[in-house]
């Protein structure tokens, strides 16, 4: 599987101004009421990697969807498992979730 | 309450108020279980599994009803010492999510043969597994929140998880959608029990001694019992550290691994 | 045995509850239904439409406590998965009377205080007769007094309440009929499942009919508070008369409750509950006790 922290983070975009996404309605993933089902999808393994827009969630692995591309210091949510998220540039550069308790 | 157009936009306490109440579990299980029976398709063509096969899958299953009987009593009990509203609202649909998984367990057994599901969950249940349950419900007894959260919902949930998720990738496909629905509810049972403790060490970090303790006292329990289904299942040892992953990765943020 | 639990599976609720009369609901109405305006815009009664909410929430805090601490007590996986749907049921209860009293324009800070204030100590010491029972894991006392006595006059109270909502609060009426419907599988379970056991333990049979004879006596303790004396009375007779005009026919247990006085609909629900009492007790060999009349 690949690591989905070593998807490649765009340092000049960080200086720009956020990307909008649209959220595709059906993402397949159907353990949250449906007007929520498009911030969430599942991982696929090896051969998946993340957008701009999205981070997993370290506590129950799903991958968090946001509107925006994200940026350190984001806070997200979990809704499958409940959690609040914050995004933070680990010691490889990469995006990744951590748990705001 | 009105959705805003991007969920990450929610106040923290819009956040908590949504998940942890009926409304939001009541529509979260209607994608996954709406058309299932006991958990799975109807008409599904049961697996041709040989008699040892079938045995180890029955010894398995009678040790998953153990655990889930566990989480039913604990998480029950825990309603009655829960410290506000939506705590008790959020593991009253947990309890439902506990008998569920126990009904659909005992109902797979009855599909493959077994006459008395709960003869046989008493003949073969790991005695790990039953002091692990007998801990968990003194904790329960106790009132002693902290200490049950962390027991029932971090260490025996996180367990479930794993195993239940590894063994769905093998077993035969009615085994496989039972135990593929069962994850998808204890997602949000690890979720509150990370989160739930994480405030509460937060709050008071003097409590991390004790509870280092209470999970050394009960890691052994449910490596036991690890060890067990592992060796019934026919799992390597490369992948029986995996299955522990999860777990370790839970008590690791909340700073309970050293 | 497992034949007749089965009807009380948790397949059958999922069936019959989330993926039935609940589908489609917000808090156990229609989405988009509200508190009347003239409601809302009455000072008076709206505090009696919260003291009279506070009242359901206080009851089915008491049903969550006493069908989760059952749980452990059950002899059986069946009864356990039945009281783990019981469970949720009584927490959605919990869970959309709160929301009423919210929607009645109570604070959310404010909710914990309201409920302490507004509580009949009457009904808490009903609840405390039930929990004593349900700490000492005690199955059958535990049932019969959650699942005949509590439920049974949940059921009853409800149904008053939607008698006299059905025409002037639609979306409290669509609430309460949900939470009926489910009241319906709670008493049943409780008639079956404890009818073989009290055949099994007919020492336990004194000490039930004891604690039947308490509850009822707190139960209309209950009643005589909510009905006698009521600030509301006038404005409640105002709302009485407008049904009477608009040929509303408020009608329980073959009475128009518009045309009642409240002390003779407190007769009515008192009768109405003790019967049902007498009659459920009676099917599962208990001898109903008389309560004292406050």
Known sequence: MNDPLEAPVDEAAAAQQRQRYELADDTGFDEVPKKYRKFYRR?????????????????????????????????????????????????QGMLEATVSY | MAVRDDVHELTGEQFHEQVHSFEFWFHSVEGYLSGLEYGHREGAAEP?????????????????????????????????????????????????????????????????????????????????????????????????????????????????????HHHAKTADAITAEVLNGIVKDERRHIGFGE?????????????????????????????????????????GDIERHALGRMYIGSVQRLGLDR | MADFLSAYSIQNWLESCPQAYLEGTEYG????????????????????????TVQLVVGEKCALAASSGLINA???EGSKCFLATQTLDEARHVEVFTQRLIDLGVKKKDLDE??????????????????????????????VGQNIVLEGMAFSVFEMLKAVTDAVNPKF?????????????????????????????????PEIEQMQKDMSYHMLATFAASFRNNPAREQIEQVKEGMRESGVNAEYHGANLSELSPEEMEGVLSDTVLEEFKVRLGRIGIDYQTPARP
């Not at chain 2, 709050?203 to 060796?231: F, G, I, Q």
Request: aromatic share 4%.
């Open chain 1, 43 to 91: 991982w696929q393994g090896d051969g998946d990697s993340l957008a701009p827009n999205e981070v997993i969630c370290p506590v129950c692995k799903v991958v968090i969807r946001s509107t925006r591309e994200l940026r350190p210091g984001d806070r997200v949510y979990c809704m499958p498992c409940m959690s609040r998220l914050v995004v933070v540039r680990n010691g």
């Open chain 2, 48 to 164: 041709d599994l040989d008699d040892a096969e079938r045995d180890r899958l029955i010894s398995v299953l009678c040790n998953y009803c153990v655990g889930e009987t566990a989480a039913l009593d604990g998480a029950s009990g825990l309603v009655a010492i829960a410290p506000n509203r939506h705590a008790k609202i959020f593991l009253s649909t947990q309890v439902v999510d506990e008998g569920r998984h126990l009904e659909v367990l005992l109902h797979r057994m009855s599909e493959l043969g077994v006459a008395d599901p709960e003869q046989e969950i008493a003949a073969r249940a790991c005695p790990s597994l039953l002091q692990f349950k007998d801990r968990l419900l003194e904790l329960v007894a106790e009132r002693d929140w902290e200490a049950a959260i962390l027991a029932q919902n971090v260490i025996l949930e996180a367990l479930e998880f794993a195993v239940f």
């Open chain 2, 195 to 235: 989160n739930e403790l994480g405030r509460r060490l937060r709050d008071a970090p003097n409590e991390h001694r004790r509870l280092r303790e209470v999970k050394d006292e009960l890691d052994h329990l449910v490596l036991d019992a690890l060890e067990d289904t592992a060796r019934s299942l026919g799992v």
């Open chain 3, 29 to 52: 109405h229609q989405p988009g239904e509200n508190e009347p305006e003239d409601l809302l815009a009455n000072e008076v009664l709206r505090e009696d439409a919260i003291r009279t």
């Open chain 3, 74 to 76: 059950a002899p059986d």
């Open chain 3, 114 to 143: 309201t409920i302490r204030r507004h509580a009949n100590p009457n009904l808490v010491r009903f609840a405390e007769v039930l929990l004593e029972k349900v700490d000492k894991k005690d199955f059958v006392a535990g049932v």
């Open chain 3, 173 to 205: 009426a669509h609430t309460l009929a949900g939470t009926i419907a489910d009241e319906r599988r709670h008493v049943g379970f409780g008639e079956n499942r404890i009818g073989s056991l009290i055949k099994q333990h007919p020492e336990r049979k």
